[in-house]
Structure formats: structure tokens, C-alpha cells
Nanobody, 116 residues
Framework: QVQLVQSGGGLVQAGDSLRLSCAASGRTFSAYVMRWYRQAPGKERELVAQITPGTGNTDYADSVKGRFTISRDNGKNTLYLQIDSLKPEDTAVYYC?????????WGQGTQVTVSS
């Protein structure tokens, strides 16, 4: 069983930066592949960033490359998403995620609203 608790987010202006956090329970966080998804109004949930355990290799959706940075602190069991140069189209609910034994675990979601 994994619990993911998110923090961060809010209302910001275009061009601002924001950092989202996701604190995970469990002693094996360092072994998890961790992901950030987002879901904009009227749209499907999309994967925006992923980080592997061990080497911490990262991967990003084309729409966020160069502006989003996913990272992890295994000592704190915490996942981060640094978002720079925010755009109105980044407005969405952001979710952290991991998948263990074919079961998805989700954070509660964090609203990010970007005004132009």
C-alpha cells in the first residue's frame, strides 16, 4: 500500500514558476518509478513527466520539455515537479502517480491555474 500526499500549486501568472511536491509513504520509495500527470478541464489525463529509480532518468511530454523538471529526494520520500515559464495552457489538476503490481496509486491532485 502506498499513500501519496501532494502540496503546492495555486493561482499564478503566466511566466511565473511553481514547485509541486508529492510525499510518499513506504520504505521503498527509492525503488518506485514516479510520474506526474495533469488533467485540464474537458481533457483526458496526460502524462507529463516520469523519473526512474536508481539512475533517476527522466522523460517529459513534448509540450513541457525545457520548462518542467521532475526530481526526487529518496531520503525524504518526496517527488517534485518544478514548473518554469508557466503558460495558461498549463492550467490543470496535477497528480503524482506510481504503479506497483499493476495497481495505480494517485495523489489527491493539486490545482494549478495560470492567468494570462
Amino acid at each position: 500500500q502506498v499513500q501519496l500526499v501532494q502540496s503546492g500549486g495555486g493561482l499564478v501568472q503566466a511566466g511565473d514558476s511553481l514547485r509541486l511536491s508529492c510525499a510518499a509513504s513506504g520504505r521503498t520509495f527509492s525503488a518506485y518509478v514516479m510520474r506526474w500527470y495533469r488533467q485540464a478541464p474537458g481533457k483526458e489525463r496526460e502524462l507529463v513527466a516520469q523519473i526512474t529509480p536508481g539512475t533517476g532518468n527522466t522523460d517529459y511530454a513534448d509540450s513541457v520539455k525545457g520548462r518542467f523538471t521532475i526530481s526526487r529526494d529518496n531520503g525524504k520520500n518526496t517527488l517534485y515537479l518544478q514548473i518554469d515559464s508557466l503558460k495558461p495552457e498549463d492550467t490543470a489538476v496535477y497528480y503524482c502517480n506510481t504503479r506497483l503490481l499493476l495497481k495505480n496509486y494517485w495523489g489527491q491532485g493539486t490545482q494549478v491555474t495560470v492567468s494570462s
